[in-house]
């Protein structure tokens, strides 16, 4: 059966917080969810595409190298919700 928070036809998750209890069951281990989409950046008459990713800073950290990553700010800002 499948679960119930996900759409049929692979067209998202209507419940997260179901989903991620749900995953959290059946799978071992760690794991961190994140939304991905695509978008343009615009500057100084200039068009760029950009990949955008949104991450859970409490779980990404146990499941990617992303904290020695930084150039600039830092993880801990990022998931104390502050701006980098």
């Given amino acids: 059966t499948g679960n119930p928070a996900l759409q049929p036809g692979g067209r998202g ?3 997260p ?3 991620t209890s ?6 071992p ?3 961190a969810a994140s939304l991905k989409t695509q978008g343009v950046i615009r500057f100084s008459s200039r068009e760029v595409g ?4 949104g ?3 409490e ?7 992303i904290v020695g990553n930084f150039v600039e700010g830092s993880f801990s800002a990022l ?4 701006k980098n």
């Avoid at 950009?50 to 990713?53: E, P, S, T």
């Avoid at 779980?59 to 190298?65: I, K, M, T």
């Fill in 13 to 15: 998750i209507i419940n």
């Fill in 17 to 19: 917080t179901a989903a």
């Fill in 22 to 27: 749900w995953l959290e069951s059946w799978i």
């Fill in 29 to 31: 281990g760690r794991f």
């Fill in 50 to 53: 950009a990949a955008i990713i």
């Fill in 55 to 57: 991450i859970e800073p």
């Fill in 59 to 65: 779980r990404e950290s146990g499941v990617s190298p």
């Fill in 79 to 82: 998931a104390a919700g502050g």
